[in-house]
Nanobody, 118 residues
């Protein structure tokens, strides 16, 4: 069974930076998309950033210019570098992967808490 394990969450002050990692238990080179979603208390889960096997990236408008998603297929890992963090970035961040070009995401991590304080 494929597992995605996130790490790197924590508490950071507004304006600070934090990096998340997500390691997969299987080879990711053939997976079409990997990325990050988040869910804040009382809100629906939303897409943060994704990256395809070809390196194309997609970001939520709210994080453009502040967050950077990347993937290293040699390490079966996807990353999310978060800079200039805002209070509204506080959420549980989930790593996800989609094997096919379209359809639902097949694999999800357990989530890691990111809390931005004033």
């Amino acid at each position: 069974q494929v597992q995605l394990v996130e790490s790197g969450g924590g508490l950071v002050q507004a304006g600070g930076s934090l990096g998340l990692s997500c390691a997969a238990s299987a080879r990711t080179s053939s997976w079409y998309a990997m990325g990050w979603f988040r869910q804040a208390p009382g809100k629906q889960r939303e897409l943060v950033a994704t990256i395809t096997s070809g390196g194309h990236t997609n970001y939520a408008d709210s994080v453009k210019g502040r967050f950077t998603v990347s993937r290293d297929n040699a390490k079966n890992t996807v990353y999310l570098q978060m800079n200039t963090l805002k209070l509204e970035d506080t959420a549980v961040y989930y790593c996800a992967a989609r094997v096919a070009y379209s359809g639902p995401y097949n694999y999800w991590g357990q989530g890691t808490q990111v809390t931005v304080s004033s």
